[in-house]
């Protein structure tokens, strides 16, 4: 059974959708992938990051792009926050609004 996709809210999938296009289609395999087989794809395209957290690792010739997402029950996948990577390191920020973003939906 195929898992649905959807994201926190139409500002998350505006600004995943205005991503570059290199970037963007690697985000698009990447989700296409997951609502066939499941979240669980492992590296190189996603990650886990504790609490029911994970990312899918977006990559182009643009750059890199990260989206933070968390499957729900009635295997739902939720894509919480999206942004493209500057630094080698995850900005807190980022983080921060996902899992305060994680926290609602798992509360909904």
């Known amino acids: 059974m195929a898992y649905s996709l959807h994201f926190y809210n139409a500002s998350v ?31 190189p395209y996603t990650r886990p990051l504790g609490d029911g957290l994970f990312e899918i690792r977006a990559k182009g010739k643009e750059g890199i792009g990260r989206a933070f997402f968390c499957a729900l029950v009635r295997r739902r996948i939720v894509i919480l926050h999206g942004f493209i990577k500057k630094t080698q390191q995850t900005p807190d920020k980022e983080l921060k609004l ?8 798992k509360h909904d």
């Open 98 to 105: 996902a899992r305060k973003r994680l926290k609602e939906v």
């Open 13 to 43: 999938q505006a600004e995943i959708g205005g991503w570059p296009a290199g970037i963007n289609a690697s985000f698009t395999r990447i989700a296409e992938q997951m609502v066939e087989t499941g979240p669980n794809l492992g590296l």
